[in-house]
């Protein structure tokens, strides 16, 4: 899709994903099975401190089990909640090609969705409790997506910045302690970058095309910078639970550090692409081999949390509508099915 | 599920299958994950579109989750209670904390 | 070999760019394949043929399209999305075929984004309104089998382009028709709600039956389908009620023109942009 042109990385080699799942599993022989019941958390700390990986019928702390549950559901829901405001656009896409890439897009989205939510039933968890929890409201998805796409260069955008920001936040998750959690994030890792990649690259088209296009292309940016970079969390030290989860190596790297790590990505792709960050602070720092950069607005991180962002009230109304409207088939297939296996065991008997 | 939150078992979720890809000739198959059907025909209509992206020829196998028995190591353990009949232990429902999103 | 490297074999393979151009498509159908239109065949009836079929694929993925994020059930959202996918596939193969053919050289999104209502020659069961996942996989059923149908004649065609994408296409529909088979027997046969549904979804779909001619005669194979799924589902086979016109000959239903509306307004607001 992108030919042989494509210079500019967007995913750093270091970060490449197939680097990273030469991981192994958890194995009883080289970790002595546990002989007194205070051993299992030994036997737990062991594993997670030879860097091997927790399997889904190992013991495990309660709270180790509920914050896995806890951010794997809400990566999921975000992945679920994430394919409305691109996926608004799928009717409406200015060709046929941008029109099968996006819904080819949207439909990862929901393939993601599923891998996660099945991850987090390995865990116990159970996905209509799940899905209930999203849609009443008690469970989150990521601020990002109460935000609207006003345009189609946002398509463009959502890709470059929001899956951007994504593979920095999921990339090391593929290494995550849980297997069932870091082997879904590897199978959807390799997707997210086809995701980031067509987003750059339908900039890059709409760059070289009319004043307008290349206008639509910096509002968006405008638009979404800000609230891309408050994707990966309040800053460490109001984020309360990070240090646990990064013990346990639920998550692998703090917030500001993959924040650091998606200015210094994007910064270079931005200038290749000819648009403005929208940050006057910006700036290269010699001394810290860094970009410096303003602060993001965290009030308004907190008001989109809370529920008071621009779209949160249309989102989970349109997930809400399509559980509800889809009762009546998921109960008419469970009807058959019980009807068939119960035709079948007449059949049988007589 | 739990005793005191009794479900109409029309309302309840499709069952959750286990889904097994042979990727390609020569490789055994592999488990990829779960999904949720009524039957045993959409469970493999949707392994097909959910974990091969309906390439040809590649052979899925699908079997409800309940069916499958599981051992491992660390439960020879004698002081730990096995739950050897399931391949994942489903607990009851975890009361999950509602919290800031740390994505 | 660990577990994990095992795993990662099933992607192989996978990780060209082609999904993205041709939705889920793995390889191009046009590989090696002919494109100068052969000798005796009629280049005329040829681009009324492609603009016909893939005007009933680009309406059936933007129907199909509307579905996504309000499926019953995520699983779902997958399933259809994969068949809008593989008939927007179709259309701009079928779109190409015509621009190559009828000497203007247009492309593909010249007869997607530039066309008025009155130019489009799919049928009017394709552009039809909302309705209920009953509905959907009533009408998925009844075009797939349709289609299906035409498609495994055209396998043969003279023109080698149209002959290659009816062979992937035979592929694509017989598993359309499939699944809207297995939805319609579950919907038919579940609930007194899911029953009642079907029936008026086939009630709705009755009239526009008529239309579905082509060149061949397969009414025979459609009725066969409907009627084997209608039994197993327990449902009465629609009664044939006609109604004149057809789309085929440019003659639309009211809610052609709002669909092409939505599909062609980003388009046609930016002339001379690049997307």
Same mark, same amino acid.
């Given at each position: 899709?992108?030919?042989?042109?494509?210079?500019?990385?967007?995913?750093?080699?270091?970060?490449?994903?197939?680097?990273?799942?030469?991981?192994?599993?958890?194995?009883?022989?080289?970790?002595?099975?546990?002989?007194?019941?205070?051993?299992? +958390?030994?036997?737990?700390?062991?594993?997670?401190?030879?860097?091997?990986?927790?399997?889904?019928?190992?013991?495990?702390?309660?709270?180790?089990?509920?914050?896995?549950?806890?951010?794997?559901?809400?990566?999921?829901?975000?992945?679920?909640?994430?394919?409305?405001?691109?996926?608004?656009?799928?009717?409406?896409?200015?060709?046929?090609?941008?029109?099968?890439?996006?819904?080819?897009?949207?439909?990862?989205?929901?393939?993601?969705?599923?891998?996660?939510?099945?991850?987090?039933?390995?865990?116990?968890?159970?996905?209509?409790?799940?899905?209930?929890?999203?849609?009443?409201?008690?469970?989150?998805?990521?601020?990002?997506?109460?935000?609207?796409?006003?345009?189609?260069?946002?398509?463009?955008?959502?890709?470059?910045?929001?899956?951007?920001?994504?593979?920095?936040?999921?990339?090391?998750?593929?290494?995550?302690?849980?297997?069932?959690?870091?082997?879904?994030?590897?199978?959807?890792?390799?997707?997210?970058?086809?995701?980031?990649?067509?987003?750059?690259?339908?900039?890059?088209?709409?760059?070289?095309?009319?004043?307008?296009?290349?206008?639509?292309?910096?509002?968006?940016?405008?638009?979404?910078?800000?609230?891309?970079?408050?994707?990966?969390?309040?800053?460490?030290?109001?984020?309360?639970?990070?240090?646990?989860?990064?013990?346990?190596?639920?998550?692998?790297?703090?917030?500001?550090?993959?924040?650091?790590?998606?200015?210094?990505?994007?910064?270079?792709?931005?200038?290749?692409?000819?648009?403005?960050?929208?940050?006057?602070?910006?700036?290269?720092?010699?001394?810290?081999?860094?970009?410096?950069?303003?602060?993001?607005?965290?009030?308004?991180?907190?008001?989109?949390?809370?529920?008071?962002?621009?779209?949160?009230?249309?989102?989970?109304?349109?997930?809400?509508?399509?559980?509800?409207?889809?009762?009546?088939?998921?109960?008419?297939?469970?009807?058959?099915?019980?009807?068939?296996?119960?035709?079948?065991?007449?059949?049988?008997?007589? | 599920?739990?005793?005191?939150?009794?479900?109409?078992?029309?309302? +309840?979720?499709?069952?959750?299958?286990?889904?097994?890809?042979?990727?390609?000739?020569?490789?055994?198959?592999?488990?990829?994950?779960?999904?949720?059907?009524?039957?045993?025909?959409?469970?493999?209509?949707?392994?097909?579109?959910?974990?091969?992206?309906?390439?040809?020829?590649?052979?899925?196998?699908?079997?409800?989750?309940?069916?499958?028995?599981?051992?491992?190591?660390?439960?020879?353990?004698?002081?730990?209670?096995?739950?050897?009949?399931?391949?994942?232990?489903?607990?009851?429902?975890?009361?999950?904390?509602?919290?800031?999103?740390?994505? | 070999?660990?577990?994990?490297?095992?795993?990662?074999?099933?992607?192989?393979?996978?990780?060209?760019?082609?999904?993205?151009?041709?939705?889920?498509?793995?390889?191009?159908?046009?590989?090696?394949?002919?494109?100068?239109?052969?000798?005796?065949?009629?280049?005329?009836?040829?681009?009324?043929?492609?603009?016909?079929?893939?005007?009933?694929?680009?309406?059936?993925?933007?129907?199909?399209?509307?579905?996504?994020?309000?499926?019953?059930?995520?699983?779902?959202?997958?399933?259809?999305?994969?068949?809008?996918?593989?008939?927007?596939?179709?259309?701009?193969?079928?779109?190409?075929?015509?621009?190559?053919?009828?000497?203007?050289?247009?492309?593909?999104?010249?007869?997607?984004?530039?066309?008025?209502?009155?130019?489009?020659?799919?049928?009017?069961?394709?552009?039809?309104?909302?309705?209920?996942?009953?509905?959907?996989?009533?009408?998925?059923?009844?075009?797939?089998?349709?289609?299906?149908?035409?498609?495994?004649?055209?396998?043969?065609?003279?023109?080698?382009?149209?002959?290659?994408?009816?062979?992937?296409?035979?592929?694509?529909?017989?598993?359309?028709?499939?699944?809207?088979?297995?939805?319609?027997?579950?919907?038919?046969?579940?609930?007194?709600?899911?029953?009642?549904?079907?029936?008026?979804?086939?009630?709705?779909?009755?009239?526009?039956?008529?239309?579905?001619?082509?060149?061949?005669?397969?009414?025979?194979?459609?009725?066969?389908?409907?009627?084997?799924?209608?039994?197993?589902?327990?449902?009465?086979?629609?009664?044939?009620?006609?109604?004149?016109?057809?789309?085929?000959?440019?003659?639309?239903?009211?809610?052609?023109?709002?669909?092409?509306?939505?599909?062609?307004?980003?388009?046609?607001?930016?002339?001379?942009?690049?997307?």
């Amino acid at each position: 899709m992108l030919g042989a042109r494509k210079r500019v990385t967007l995913i750093p080699n270091e970060w490449s994903v197939g680097k990273l799942v030469t991981m192994t599993t958890t194995d009883a022989a080289e970790v002595p099975p546990p002989h007194t019941p205070d051993g299992l +958390q030994e036997h737990f700390d062991a594993t997670i401190a030879r860097d091997q990986r927790v399997e889904p019928r190992d013991w495990m702390p309660d709270g180790y089990r509920k914050t896995l549950i806890r951010q794997i559901a809400q990566h999921a829901h975000s992945e679920i909640i994430g394919m409305q405001p691109e996926g608004e656009w799928i009717t409406r896409a200015p060709s046929l090609r941008r029109k099968a890439i996006l819904f080819a897009k949207v439909q990862d989205e929901a393939g993601h969705g599923l891998y996660l939510y099945s991850a987090a039933e390995t865990l116990g968890a159970d996905r209509d409790d799940l899905t209930q929890r999203l849609i009443e409201g008690r469970q989150k998805y990521s601020s990002i997506f109460n935000y609207p796409t006003l345009g189609f260069a946002d398509v463009g955008v959502i890709g470059w910045f929001v899956d951007g920001a994504a593979i920095c936040n999921q990339v090391p998750l593929c290494r995550s302690s849980y297997g069932p959690y870091a082997r879904a994030m590897v199978r959807i890792c390799k997707e997210e970058s086809f995701h980031q990649r067509q987003g750059y690259e339908l900039l890059m088209t709409m760059m070289r095309g009319t004043d307008a296009q290349r206008e639509m292309v910096q509002d968006a940016v405008n638009r979404w910078w800000w609230p891309s970079l408050m994707m990966f969390g309040p800053p460490d030290d109001a984020s309360p639970n990070s240090a646990r989860s990064m013990a346990w190596k639920i998550k692998r790297h703090s917030n500001d550090e993959l924040r650091r790590r998606f200015v210094d990505m994007t910064v270079p792709q931005a200038e290749k692409l000819g648009v403005t960050l929208p940050d006057p602070e910006l700036r290269w720092n010699e001394e810290s081999g860094h970009h410096d950069f303003g602060t993001p607005d965290w009030d308004e991180l907190m008001r989109v949390i809370k529920g008071d962002g621009p779209c949160n009230d249309r989102r989970m109304e349109r997930r809400r509508t399509a559980h509800e409207e889809g009762a009546w088939v998921r109960e008419a297939a469970t009807a058959h099915a019980a009807k068939q296996a119960a035709r079948a065991e007449k059949g049988t008997a007589a | 599920m739990t005793p005191e939150n009794p479900r109409d078992p029309e309302k +309840q979720g499709w069952p959750l299958y286990e889904v097994f890809v042979r990727g390609n000739r020569g490789l055994n198959h592999v488990h990829v994950g779960s999904l949720h059907a009524a039957d045993d025909a959409m469970a493999l209509t949707h392994a097909r579109d959910l974990y091969t992206r309906r390439n040809e020829g590649v052979s899925i196998w699908v079997v409800r989750s309940e069916h499958i028995a599981a051992s491992t190591r660390d439960e020879k353990d004698p002081f730990f209670a096995p739950s050897a009949d399931k391949v994942y232990r489903h607990p009851t429902f975890y009361d999950i904390p509602d919290d800031v999103p740390h994505i | 070999m660990s577990d994990d490297h095992v795993y990662l074999t099933l992607a192989e393979g996978h990780e060209d760019d082609t999904r993205w151009a041709y939705g889920t498509g793995f390889e191009d159908p046009l590989h090696g394949v002919d494109t100068t239109v052969p000798e005796g065949v009629d280049a005329g009836a040829l681009v009324a043929e492609c603009v016909a079929l893939a005007d009933d694929a680009l309406v059936s993925a933007q129907r199909l399209a509307e579905w996504v994020t309000r499926a019953p059930e995520l699983e779902e959202e997958v399933a259809l999305a994969n068949i809008g996918l593989d008939l927007l596939g179709q259309a701009r193969l079928l779109y190409s075929r015509a621009g190559q053919t009828d000497g203007t050289g247009r492309d593909e999104d010249a007869y997607a984004y530039l066309r008025d209502a009155g130019d489009f020659r799919n049928v009017r069961l394709a552009e039809l309104p909302g309705g209920d996942f009953a509905f959907a996989v009533v009408r998925l059923l009844v075009l797939s089998s349709w289609r299906l149908a035409h498609f495994r004649r055209l396998r043969a065609h003279p023109d080698p382009v149209l002959a290659a994408v009816a062979a992937k296409g035979v592929k694509e529909l017989t598993y359309h028709r499939q699944y809207a088979a297995e939805w319609c027997v579950r919907l038919g046969d579940g609930t007194d709600e899911s029953h009642r549904r079907m029936r008026a979804a086939l009630d709705r779909v009755a009239p526009y039956l008529g239309e579905l001619h082509t060149a061949y005669d397969v009414r025979d194979e459609v009725a066969d389908d409907l009627r084997q799924v209608t039994e197993a589902a327990g449902l009465p086979l629609p009664v044939h009620r006609p109604l004149p016109g057809s789309g085929r000959a440019g003659e639309h239903t009211e809610h052609l023109a709002p669909l092409l509306t939505e599909l062609q307004g980003v388009a046609r607001a930016h002339p001379g942009a690049t997307w």
